[in-house]
């Protein structure tokens, strides 16, 4: 597997691949319908993953990363930098989501680790980001995965609640 950071100069994607990012996101039905992100989880058409990457795209310290294998767009990761918060040190993770008839095959896991790894290159010393309270699977996820609960409080963009979670990026030997 790897992960192709996405860009684009002008705001907008090739065509072939806002389909298969279109499908990616509309293959998450339940998680769209936790989150609220788009107004019909059950129609989530190109334009608004369009709207949604370019968004992303826009932010400066945002990286939207594309995960392959065998050629085929499996997953996006959406990181940044820094948090708004001038006290938080810590790079997030902003998004991970998978294909959902991939999901159960470690693809997230993979990605995660690679993501960590890109962290831990870039000499960061842990990674932070936000679940919503609504989505017990996403926070066994990433419990699974290391990450500990560290607050509790709305997320910034939509004011639903978050649980805050920390993982520390030890040193490789």
Same mark, same amino acid.
């Given at each position: 597997m790897l992960l192709e950071q996405l860009s684009s100069t002008d705001g907008s994607l090739p065509a072939e691949l806002l389909t298969e990012l279109t499908a990616l996101y509309a293959s998450n039905r339940e998680f769209h319908a936790l989150s609220g992100d788009f107004p +019909?989880?059950? +129609? $989530?058409?190109?334009?608004?993953v369009a709207a949604a990457l370019?968004?992303?795209?826009?932010?400066?310290?945002?990286?939207v990363l594309l995960a392959r294998s065998e050629g085929r767009v499996v997953g996006i990761v959406v990181t940044l930098a820094r948090h708004p918060d001038p006290a938080d040190p810590d790079p997030w993770i902003g998004l991970l989501m998978v294909d959902a008839a991939e999901q159960g095959?470690?693809?997230g896991r993979r990605v995660a680790t690679l993501v960590e790894e890109r962290f831990r290159s870039g000499g960061r010393r842990?990674?932070?980001l936000a679940v919503l309270? #609504? #989505?017990p699977n996403g926070l066994a996820f990433w419990t699974a995965l290391g990450y500990e609960v560290i607050d509790?409080?709305?997320d910034r963009a939509h004011g639903r609640p978050c649980a $805050?979670?920390?993982k520390v990026l030890r040193t490789r030997q």
């Open positions: +019909d989880p059950d +129609d $989530v058409r190109p334009e608004q370019a968004d992303e795209l826009a932010h400066p310290d945002a990286e095959k470690g693809y842990a990674v932070r309270d #609504n #989505n509790h409080r709305p $805050v979670l920390r």
